[in-house]
């Protein structure tokens, strides 16, 4: 039993470590002159994981917000609390279910690809080519990703919660007879700013949480084309628990503050 645990340490502490070596250069490349920050890198990644899964997060936020619609309806609707639907929807959407989605669905959108990507390059000796001219890998290849996936998973939280309140409202007023006005006062006066920057703050920890484990696992293939693909597979496993473990943590966290 105690290899496993000590396998699990080492990775908690190399993900520890290559945490707090990618905030020591993006602290250089902010504020000293000896490291320029890459911007077209950090262009380059923020297209490619976030403006690229605009439309799966807001395919799949879309489909929550009716299925959320259609299940909270035949429980409520012979107490004659129709109304409500839109709170339970605001409430889940907000505190739960747009952060946790989105990042679960960026996981298997870019998080793999990340891996993949690096691992490629470990295995065709790319990476040693960077040490072999003085390039510090954790500066050119973690560091731009690892900012793009954190931003890129903080606006994908907020178009994704938009557009499931949006479909729920869709329901709620085609379908559920429930007045617009009355559909949109209800969510407005369930929700307020607690919720929304909670919500928040969870997609941004997510974000660099899956920025991390991808560009770890992919730094550290080993074995070939078969490596490149267990790593991938790590990427999305250990991504997707580790989500919901921290969504777990902070949840019970801001119930004892009073933030829920």
Known sequence: MGRPVNEGLRYVGGLVWLL?????WIWRSLFTR?????RFAFYAQLVRIGVRSVGVVALVCGCIGFILALQMAPPLEPFGQLEQVPV??????FRELGPLISAIVLTGFAGASIAAELGTMVVGEEIEALHAHALNPIRFLVMPRVLATVLSL????????????ASGWAVGVAILDVPSKVYLQ??????????????LFKAGVFGMLIGLV???NGLSVTGGAAGVGKATTNTVVF??????????????????????
């Open 88 to 93: 339970i929807i605001g409430i889940a959407v």
């Open 186 to 199: 209800n969510t407005i006066d369930a929700l307020d700013m607690a919720d929304f920057f909670t919500g």
């Open 154 to 165: 903080i606006v994908l939280c907020v178009i994704g919660e938009l557009i499931a309140v």
């Open 214 to 216: 991808a560009c770890y």
């Open 239 to 260: 991504s997707i628990v580790g989500t919901i473990v921290l969504d777990l943590i902070f949840t019970s966290v801001f119930f004892r503050l009073g933030w829920t």
């Open 20 to 24: 707090l070596d990618t905030c020591r």
């Open 34 to 38: 000896q490291v320029r920050f890459g």
